[in-house]
């Protein structure tokens, strides 16, 4: 029933950043630079709330920079991490992690991993997946992955000559998974694909959290990229997303939803009781916008 159109990402610098993810990550942009209308402070909340967005694409998948011109929301604190809940990023599918890698280094990208990371074997469902976080221009987490032959969506292993090939998911960091499955699964109707529980040396280093434990769920809608739950069984010292986090915060994602049924309203409402074009959060605080 639920589709995912695009990621839509804060930015402080809409320029900066589609010179970013084109340049650097080979986006190509999908639409002209659009401005906000006078219906946007009733949507968002913010009173007086002006912005400039460009919708990008990469493979089939799409993304949104969005940034406010007035007012101007606050940065990301300088110390996050990966286990705090406002933590979120794109995982963006390469065919070949070492020139991919290489790449970010050329163009001096921040990392945010200590270097790829090749998941071990003895964990069978991510077993032999390379894995590497990187920061874009205002801090936000990206992240570069292939799977190996036996792992990922057939799509990821099609012969092709580009490096960078689409967004397989959107992950973001949970306090408890089942109180989220309620909502994403149950409420919104996505189903689970894939579980596993991630630990050791690769996964520290990748997360650049000591001692980091995970249990981690895919869900998939039916169409659009996957959403990937993180919940960090240790530490759990990862601090929740701020309760006053507004839409114009430089930390703030959010997940835009569409519906694949005939009649789209009628039906969103009476499966989800949410109200298209309605802003609703998750039960951490994350962000969605069903359209």
Same mark, same amino acid.
């Given at each position: 029933?639920?589709?995912?159109?695009?990621?839509?990402?804060?930015?402080?610098?809409?320029?900066?950043?589609?010179?970013?993810?084109?340049?650097? !990550?080979?986006?190509?942009?999908?639409? *002209?630079?659009?401005? +906000?209308?006078? #219906? &946007? $402070?009733?949507?968002?909340?913010?009173?007086?709330?002006?912005?400039?967005?460009?919708?990008?694409?990469?493979?089939?998948?799409?993304?949104?920079?969005?940034?406010?011109?007035?007012?101007?929301?606050?940065?990301?604190?300088?110390?996050?991490?990966?286990?705090?809940?406002?933590?979120?990023?794109?995982?963006?599918?390469?065919?070949?992690?070492?020139?991919?890698?290489?790449? !970010?280094?050329?163009?001096?990208?921040? *990392?945010?991993?200590? +270097?790829?990371? #090749? &998941? $071990?074997?003895?964990?069978?469902?991510?077993?032999?997946?390379?894995?590497?976080?990187?920061?874009?221009?205002?801090?936000?987490?990206?992240?570069?992955?292939?799977?190996?032959?036996?792992?990922?969506?057939?799509?990821?292993?099609?012969?092709?000559?580009?490096?960078?090939?689409?967004?397989?998911?959107?992950?973001?960091?949970?306090?408890?998974?089942?109180?989220?499955?309620?909502?994403?699964?149950?409420?919104?109707?996505?189903?689970?694909?894939?579980?596993?529980?991630?630990?050791?040396?690769?996964?520290?280093?990748?997360?650049?959290?000591?001692?980091?434990?995970?249990?981690?769920?895919?869900?998939?809608?039916?169409?659009?990229?996957?959403?990937?739950?993180?919940?960090?069984?240790?530490?759990?010292?990862?601090?929740?997303?701020?309760?006053?986090?507004?839409?114009?915060?430089?930390?703030?994602?959010?997940?835009?939803?569409?519906?694949?049924?005939?009649?789209?309203?009628?039906?969103?409402?009476?499966?989800?009781?949410?109200?298209?074009?309605?802003?609703?959060?998750?039960?951490?605080?994350?962000?969605?916008?069903?359209?």
């Amino acid at each position: 029933m639920i589709n995912i159109d695009s990621i839509g990402i804060t930015v402080s610098d809409l320029q900066q950043s589609l010179q970013f993810y084109t340049d650097v !990550l080979s986006f190509t942009q999908a639409s *002209p630079i659009k401005h +906000s209308d006078h #219906t &946007l $402070p009733a949507l968002v909340g913010i009173p007086d709330a002006q912005m400039m967005s460009v919708r990008l694409q990469l493979g089939s998948e799409f993304i949104e920079l969005i940034q406010y011109t007035s007012p101007i929301g606050r940065p990301i604190p300088i110390d996050s991490r990966s286990n705090d809940h406002w933590f979120q990023h794109i995982a963006i599918i390469v065919t070949d992690m070492d020139k991919a890698y290489n790449r !970010l280094r050329e163009h001096k990208v921040e *990392p945010a991993s200590t +270097s790829p990371q #090749t &998941l $071990p074997d003895w964990n069978p469902a991510a077993g032999g997946i390379q894995a590497y976080y990187f920061r874009d221009p205002d801090g936000n987490h990206l992240e570069i992955l292939q799977f190996p032959p036996d792992k990922g969506d057939s799509k990821w292993h099609r012969p092709s000559s580009r490096l960078f090939l689409g967004i397989d998911h959107t992950a973001f960091v949970v306090n408890d998974t089942e109180t989220s499955l309620k909502f994403y699964r149950d409420k919104l109707g996505l189903r689970i694909a894939g579980t596993s529980v991630n630990y050791g040396i690769e996964q520290a280093r990748l997360n650049n959290v000591a001692n980091a434990h995970l249990r981690i769920t895919n869900l998939k809608p039916t169409h659009g990229p996957g959403i990937e739950l993180l919940e960090y069984l240790k530490p759990r010292n990862g601090r929740p997303m701020p309760a006053d986090s507004q839409t114009n915060d430089l930390w703030y994602w959010q997940i835009q939803m569409t519906s694949n049924d005939s009649h789209p309203p009628a039906s969103l409402k009476e499966a989800t009781n949410i109200n298209p074009d309605e802003m609703l959060r998750d039960p951490d605080g994350h962000a969605l916008l069903l359209m």
